[in-house]
């Protein structure tokens, strides 16, 4: 299933050089995470309730076209690694500018916490889906842990 979010960027996404600042990337590529699973019906309140949430280990930005102020940008999400059980996960946003063109690569590694445990878990299987189910970049791997090997 294919996923794409647009936004209306702000004037507070851009610096001095009159082009989107770089942590803005990163701002948009989390909303649409966000955004993503509220479409697939998990709201933060599922997150609350079963006590689990999302963490980043590692977040990666290549730029590799500017986008000026005033334009509007899409963001789409796609799957690049999931461990077999769903604990963790990588995945790959594209930032395309006004015109529609690729703007940037935006690429995340993340986990499952146990919000009361304060450790990495296998998530709800309702979490697990959403990413199964998802649109996979064309050079997907499965993610073995060295628990697995």
Avoid at 33 to 61: C, W
Avoid at 79 to 86: A, E, N, P, Q
Avoid at 87 to 100: L, S
């Amino acid at each position: 299933m294919s996923f794409i979010v647009n936004f209306t960027t702000r004037w507070a996404d851009f610096d001095a050089n009159v082009h989107m600042r770089h942590t803005a990337y990163n701002d948009y590529c989390a909303e649409a995470r966000l955004r993503f699973f509220n479409k697939f019906g998990i709201t933060i309140h599922d997150f609350t309730r079963e006590k689990v949430g999302p963490i980043l280990f590692e977040e990666n930005t290549r730029f590799l076209k500017e986008i000026h102020m005033g334009e509007d940008i899409s963001v789409n999400l796609k799957i690049t690694g999931l461990s077999s059980k769903g604990e963790r996960w990588k995945i790959q946003h594209e930032v395309f500018n006004g015109a529609g063109k690729l703007s940037a690569i935006v690429t995340v590694y993340g986990a499952w916490l146990d919000l009361v445990q304060r450790k990495l878990t296998i998530p709800p299987s309702k979490f697990q889906q959403i990413f199964t189910d998802a649109e996979k970049t064309h050079d997907f791997t499965e993610i073995v842990l060295k628990s697995e090997k």
